[in-house]
């Protein structure tokens, strides 16, 4: 990629009307985005001009880019003060692969620039990441347990930090990370400028909130139905010992590109993986028992297409980001309804459709019921073959089948590989939309690892920041430290 390339100009480039600097606009052309998504309209300005930003949003809405370009962008055009030879900007994420995944974003987007990078996770040794730190980097991206650690046992100080962010805020409450997120935020310079991006709204994160961010905008995005494709979900309603066997056809379907597939424990996610193996159908397992090496492996194979399926656990696909998941499948249904909403948003992402395929047995009924309470959607009742919908769920007419954009197929042929008449296969119904999952609004102003285990800083490629905008147009900005 050349950065060197034209300038872009007002009017021509939708990132540099954000008011973007150029050599992050060409760095993000070259991502291959043409059109910010919705948090990053809403959300860009708002970091630009150094305000807090609370964002209910989702991994898939686009949000590291809203929060990582600006924070970029303020890098650049403010250089360290005299004596602040320490990290600038904090980002806090609760499991490493999310982590890695933000560190990659910033190394993309800041190719070209001096802007430095790094990413600090447990479960690989510490004195690397130590020593590396002492090199100060411009950016940490960080797990709590870890950051805590370096902080407490080697010295690291977080006096010269200006912009935070607390990534998926409501995971870090799930993972009881909370306690350390508070103890890390008393560690931190009383004016800054702080970022909480949650995808519910639980009320400890509201409460969290409130203590850590100052004035903040509120901005909510619609985390799943934003995409022109809507997610299509369906149920079905099997007993327990019957899951496994209709798993794999469901997975057999020439349609499934690739498919996450959700298990409520560990050992669930291992015996899945194990016997799909078995059944001649490649998988792998991705959760917290499983070494660093071993996900990572896991995850290449993923995205190269070597695998079709990985089984995971709720914690453990927080960082899984792969374009083109074509099918999110829960083995088990989550007794949390908004788990639900997390799960489904993995698919479809980006502008891309996707399918949600629930297996619902018996006793997982009322959490079925509590999902679409919450989403406001029915899920599409599916029928096994050559057996009846049971009695509490009736069967409904079969609409004829809308054409879907990745390569469905219309007609009243299969969608998506869900099996044929009469084959014995599960046969999936016409497509339902997930609509009202959350409000698609935009509250405006007021109203509304790196892969070698995080013990290196990452500079963007070697290439001159332009740093300037060429229609001085950019408004003056004040300095991004608030007192609160
Ligand atoms: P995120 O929500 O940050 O995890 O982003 C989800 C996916 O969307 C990632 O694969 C990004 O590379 C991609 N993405 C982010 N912004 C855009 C954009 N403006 N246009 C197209 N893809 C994007």
Excluded at 15 to 33: M, Q, S
Excluded at 46 to 51: E, K
Excluded at 109 to 134: C, D, E, W
Excluded at 403 to 412: A, I, P
């Amino acid at each position: 990629m050349s950065l060197q390339s034209t300038s872009p100009t007002q009017g021509t480039d939708p990132f540099f009307d954000l008011g973007l600097l150029p050599a992050l606009c060409r760095a993000v052309k070259g991502a291959g985005y043409t059109i910010p998504t919705p948090i990053q309209l809403a959300g860009i300005p708002l970091v630009l001009d150094g305000r807090d930003v609370l964002g209910c949003a989702q991994t898939g809405s686009g949000k590291t880019a809203a929060f990582a370009l600006p924070i970029l962008d303020y890098l650049l055009r403010e250089p360290r003060e005299r004596g602040q030879d320490g990290v600038r900007a904090l980002i806090l994420a609760p499991t490493r692969e999310l982590a890695a995944q933000i560190g990659d974003c910033f190394s993309t987007y800041g190719a070209g620039t001096s802007i430095t990078n790094m990413v600090v996770f447990g479960g690989v040794n510490k004195n690397p990441q130590a020593r590396a730190l002492r090199r100060a980097p411009d950016v940490l991206v960080a797990c709590p347990g870890r950051l805590l650690d370096l902080m407490q046992n080697d010295g690291l100080r977080l006096d010269d930090v200006e912009i935070v962010v607390l990534d998926e805020a409501d995971r870090m409450l799930d993972m009881g990370f909370i306690h350390d997120v508070r103890k890390i935020f008393a560690k931190l310079p009383e004016e800054r400028q702080t970022l909480l991006f949650s995808a519910t709204m639980p009320k400890e994160i509201e409460r969290l909130a409130q203590s850590i961010l100052f004035e903040p905008e509120r901005i909510a995005v619609d985390p799943i139905a934003s995409t022109a494709e809507p997610i299509h979900q369906s149920v079905y309603f099997v007993d327990s010992k019957q899951k496994q066997s209709l798993l794999a056809n469901l997975l057999r379907g020439e349609e499934v590109e690739r498919a996450l597939v959700f298990t409520r424990t560990k050992h669930g996610a291992n015996r899945v993986a194990e016997k799909l193996e078995r059944a001649g159908i490649p998988a792998q397992a991705i959760h917290g028992n499983k070494s660093q090496g071993a996900r990572e492996r896991a995850m290449a194979g993923f995205r190269s297409g070597e695998i079709r399926v990985v089984v995971a656990t709720d914690l453990a696909s927080r960082g899984i980001d792969v374009k083109e998941l074509s099918h999110v499948i829960n083995f088990d249904l989550p007794n949390i309804s908004e788990t639900y909403v997390h799960r489904v948003g993995r698919t479809g992402r980006a502008g891309a459709s996707g399918i949600a395929i629930s297996l619902c047995s018996d006793e997982e009924r009322p959490y079925l019921r509590d999902i679409e309470k919450l989403t406001g959607t029915r899920l599409q009742r599916m029928i096994l073959d050559g057996q009846p919908l049971p009695e509490a769920e009736p069967s409904r007419p079969r609409p004829p089948r809308p054409q879907h954009g990745r390569g469905g197929g219309g007609g009243r042929g299969p969608a998506r590989g869900h099996g044929r008449p009469g084959d014995g296969r599960p046969r999936h119904d016409a497509p339902r939309t997930l609509t009202g999952v959350a409000q698609a609004t935009h509250a405006g102003p007021r109203d509304g690892a790196p892969q070698n285990g995080g013990s290196h800083v990452n500079h963007g490629a070697p290439h001159a920041a332009t740093g300037e905008r060429t229609d001085g147009a950019r408004p003056a900005r004040r300095r991004r430290r608030r007192r609160r």
